[in-house]
């Protein structure tokens, strides 16, 4: 799908399912009629992998981001 507004409208006709994070179903689910369902007992978990720019790994910002992202783990 190209949005996650026409997914979102897809699901709510019957025509469709997604995976989305429980957060952005929440907040679609407040205007449309869809539920949201997690994925075995302990839901999905995913990685995020993040991409520097050689000469910007110095930049404070994403170290400070680097720093926080690092300790929600």
């Known amino acids: 799908m190209e949005?996650?507004?026409i997914m979102m409208q897809?699901?709510?006709a019957g025509r469709g399912v997604c995976a989305l994070p429980g957060w952005l179903v929440d907040e679609y689910a407040k205007t449309l009629a869809i539920k949201?369902?997690?994925f075995g007992e302990d839901g999905i978990h995913k990685h995020i992998n993040?991409?520097?720019r050689k000469g910007e790994r110095t930049l404070q910002y994403l170290d400070d981001f680097i720093v926080t992202?690092?300790?929600i783990i």
């Open 3 to 5: 949005t996650t507004e």
């Open 10 to 12: 897809m699901v709510a």
């Open 36 to 38: 949201s369902l997690r």
């Open 50 to 52: 993040i991409g520097i």
């Open 69 to 71: 992202a690092k300790s």
